[in-house]
Nanobody, 122 residues
């Protein structure tokens, strides 16, 4: 089992920045691909970004390209999401997830965190 804990969410004005962190514990001997997803009220969970096990491959949703950056530190069992130039439509609960394949599909991930709220005011 792997436990994932997100942090770093909060309230920020449009145009501002936040850095989300996700730390894994438990069975961390296996290095997983990691993803960030988000879910706004009344909407389905959607893909934001993913990174493979080595960190050499990343992929982003079109809506966040150029503004959000995913990275990881395997020595710390951590993955990060640097969020710049935030927009009100970025408001959502952000979840990190771990799986064997870097993918935009939620079904590819075996473990999920509890989420952290990001609110962007206009």
């Amino acid at each position: 089992q792997v436990q994932l804990v997100e942090s770093g969410g909060g309230l920020v004005q449009a145009g501002g920045s936040l850095r989300l962190s996700c730390v894994a514990s438990g069975r961390t001997s296996i290095i997983y691909a990691m993803g960030w997803f988000r879910q706004a009220p009344g909407k389905e969970r959607e893909f934001v970004a993913t990174i493979n096990q080595s960190g050499g491959l990343t992929n982003y949703a079109d809506s966040v390209k150029g503004r959000l950056t995913i990275s990881r530190d395997n020595a710390k069992n951590a993955v990060y999401l640097q969020m710049n130039t935030l927009k009100p439509e970025d408001t959502a609960v952000y979840y990190c997830a771990a799986g064997l394949t870097a993918s935009a599909w939620t079904s590819a991930y075996n473990y999920w965190g509890q989420g952290t709220q990001v609110t962007v005011s206009s």
